[in-house]
């Protein structure tokens, strides 16, 4: 898959154009495209988990994927054609692609616990594994993930930091890294510009983020 077809909007909020539009944490959404055929939600944190731009995207049809404990959450807020609950460290199976939920937690900050049944998300999408870390540290999880593509947290606080994002990548390896969350809520504007420098060289990375 080409990383031209992976957009980063807002934090976490990334659209993947790849035969069928996925969607990822959609937050602060503009436009009301209504072309959703998957949303995946990692958490119910409000940047993650926005109705308001969910209600922007999503369709007749639309696939929404969401953890576990978040199913009243999303029957309250939501009115979804079909919902897939996950739990983490499983792999499922839609009819379009196959996935496979990794554990989003923070090692010693309280803000995402490893037992709330957070996840992020590797898409096996033509071929290629698409790692959506969510909102993690840098775990001994995240450091087991293989994948092609990686869109990681950089932001600090609330997850790793751009320092602690690029130690985990070059451990991981991907083909191609996409810095998320920072410039925001959190983390400094230039924070993907020095999450680059501390990559290696044969890692490639692509800043999609209008931070």
Known sequence: MDVSKITVNAQNSIRIDAGKVIYIDPFEIKESNNDADYIFITHDHYDHFSPESIEKIIKADTVIVVPEPMAKKLDKKVNAAETILVKPDQTYQTKDFSFETVKAYNNMKPFHVKGAGWVGYILIIDGQRVYIAGDTDATKDAEEVK????????????????????????????????????GKVVGKPTDGEDFKELVDDDIIVEIKLNA
Do not use: Q, S, W
């Not at 950089?154 to 998320?180: C, D, Q, S, W």
């Open 147 to 182: 994948c092609d593509i990686a869109l990681i947290p950089i932001g600090g606080f609330y997850t790793m930091n751009y320092k602690e994002a690029a130690e985990l990548i070059n451990k991981i390896k991907p083909r191609f890294v996409i810095p998320t969350h920072y």
